[in-house]
């Protein structure tokens, strides 16, 4: 089980948000089968349009490890 992490810098005080527990033998299996659903979770919790890009998206989203943070792009 992985937890995945929004961060926003946005706010008066940056942070990082849960957005949700993933499960898999890898975080690469993890994000595969639930990327979509924590984008649209993302979306919601944050009224973020359709038009906000889905990189920018990305780019904000961690996953949280034994050893600390992982960046998306690099787990995918």
Request: glycine share 6%.
């Amino acid at each position: 089980m992985y937890e995945v992490l929004f961060y926003c810098g946005d706010g008066t005080i940056p942070a990082y948000y849960l957005i949700d527990g993933i499960e898999g033998e890898t975080i690469e299996d993890a994000l595969r089968d639930k990327l979509a659903s924590i984008t649209w979770l993302v979306r919601e919790m944050f009224h973020l349009e359709k038009d906000f890009p889905e990189r920018k998206i990305y780019d904000a989203l961690f996953v949280v490890k034994e050893d600390g943070l992982t960046s998306i792009r690099y787990a995918t």
